[in-house]
C-alpha cells in the first residue's frame, strides 16, 4: 500500500487534502484512483489509514479511516552528533540507514579537523523522509542545522552522554556503559578523529569515552555502528 | 604511514618489487622516496612492515623489515551469502562496509525475484580491496561469483545456517541461536524477499529462520545488521 507524508495532519481530521505535488503524483504517477487505500504518518508517530475520496490531480482528498498513534514508538532515545563527512554521499547513506535502523536525532558537528563544515539539511531531510517512508516509521528523525561542537558539549543534556574516538586513553563498550530504555547522545568525530583538546572537553563535560570495536572505520561506519549497537542493546 | 595491498607477497620475501601500477603511484602521487616506511597486507593475515629502497616510478623495490603473521585474526568465520541489489550502489556500499565491520565470505545468490542476475565482481573486489586498506585488515574478504540460490542450499557448510526472511513464521534472534567463535552462513534475500518456496526449501536444509529486529530494513541494511549482530555477538 502506497504510503504519504504528511506531517500536518492532524489526529481528530475526519480527511486530508493531499499537496499538488502529492496529489499529481497519486493520480498521474501511481494512478491511483477512489477508493484505493493508503497510508499516511505524521512523523510523530500517527500512521493513519486513509482512502481516496476524490482522485483529483491536483486537489486529492482522502478520507481517514483509522488512526494509530505512537506506532511503533522506540524505547529509548538515540542522539547521534557526527561530524559531516567531506562527501557528502557518506553521510546520506549514513541518514538513511540510521532512519532504518533507528534514531531519533541527528546533530551535524563542526570538529578543529572537519573538512566540511556546512550541509544543505534541506536535501539531508528528504533522505529521512525517503527512508521512514521506505522502512515504515511513523516517527521522523530530527535533523538540526550544523553546528560547533562546543555548542553540543555545552548543552544541557538529561541522558548518557559518550565520545567515540580513536586517541588512546581508557574507553568502555557502550553494552557496559548503557542503562537500557534510556537517553542517549553519542559524538563521532570527523575524518581525522577528534583532537585531543576536543576529546578533554567532552570528558570534562561528563561524556565517557567509548570504543566501537577493534576496526579502524570510517566515520559514517562508526556513527552507524553506534546506531546498531544501542538499537540491539535496547531490543 | 601507506599500505599496499600485495596478495602475492610470501613471509620470507627479503624485498618485494611494487608493481608498475603502484610504484607509479608511490612515487608520482605519493611521493615517496628512499627510506621511507610503508605497511603490506597480502590478504591472508599478513602485515608487512617495509622501507623503499628504490624508488622507481615503474619498479619501486622494498626492504621488507618485519612481518606479522594472523594479523588480527578473528575469532569466527562469517559467510553471508546476499541476493544482489538493484542498483549496484546499494550491493558495493554493503561490501565496503561489511569488510569494515568483519566478514570472511560474501555470496551472491540469484534468487526466484531477484532483479539482478549478474555482477561484475571485479569491480566488487576492488571496493573490498580499498576498504581492506582503509580499515587497516590483513585478510581479504572472499567474494563467490553469482550462483542460483539452489548451490547454496545444496552445499555442505560445517557451521550453523541461518535465513533471514520477512514472511510470517517462528524465528529467533542471532543472539539466542549461534555459538560464538562459530562459523556462521546467512542468507540475505532479494528486494522482494525470498518466496515461500525458498524460504521452505532453506529449512528444509537445516538453515533457522532469523529476525533482524522489528524494522523493515532494505536488502543491504539488513545483510549488514546480521554482520554487525555476528561481529558484535563475538566480541
Given at each position: 500500500m502506497h504510503l504519504f507524508y504528511t506531517p500536518d495532519i492532524q489526529p481528530t481530521n475526519p480527511q486530508y487534502f493531499l499537496s499538488e505535488e502529492e496529489s499529481k503524483h497519486a493520480i498521474r504517477v501511481l494512478r491511483l484512483n477512489i477508493g484505493d487505500e493508503v497510508q499516511l504518518i505524521d512523523g510523530r508517530g500517527g500512521l493513519y489509514g486513509a482512502e481516496i475520496k476524490v482522485a483529483h490531480p491536483k486537489r486529492t482528498i482522502l478520507q481517514i479511516n483509522s488512526v494509530i498513534s505512537e506506532f511503533n514508538k522506540r524505547n529509548h532515545?538515540?542522539?547521534?552528533?557526527?561530524a559531516p563527512t567531506k562527501n557528502m554521499e557518506r553521510l546520506e547513506w549514513?541518514?538513511?540507514?540510521?532512519?532504518?535502523?533507528?534514531?531519533?536525532?541527528?546533530?551535524?558537528?563542526?570538529?578543529q579537523?572537519?573538512?566540511r563544515k556546512e550541509v544543505k539539511t534541506d536535501r539531508s531531510n528528504k533522505i529521512i523522509t525517503a527512508a521512514i517512508k521506505q522502512s515504515l516509521k511513523a516517527?521522523?528523525?530530527?535533523?538540526?542545522?550544523?553546528e560547533p561542537l562546543a555548542k553540543i558539549l555545552a548543552r544541557e543534556w538529561d541522558g548518557q552522554k559518550f565520545i567515540a574516538h580513536c586517541e588512546p586513553g581508557e574507553k568502555i563498550n557502550l553494552k557496559d556503559g548503557i542503562t537500557p530504555g534510556g537517553k542517549y547522545l553519542i559524538l563521532i568525530?570527523?575524518?581525522g578523529d577528534f583532537t585531543p583538546k576536543e576529546i578533554e572537553d567532552a570528558l570534562s563535560n561528563d561524556y565517557k569515552a567509548i570504543t566501537l570495536g577493534e576496526s579502524r572505520l570510517r566515520t559514517e561506519t562508526a556513527a552507524l555502528e553506534a546506531c546498531f549497537e544501542i538499537n540491539f542493546l535496547n531490543r
Open positions: 532515545y538515540l542522539h547521534i552528533a557526527i549514513f541518514l538513511e540507514k540510521a532512519t532504518e535502523i533507528g534514531i531519533d536525532e541527528i546533530s551535524l558537528i563542526i570538529c579537523r572537519s573538512e516517527y521522523h528523525p530530527v535533523l538540526n542545522e550544523p568525530g570527523p575524518e
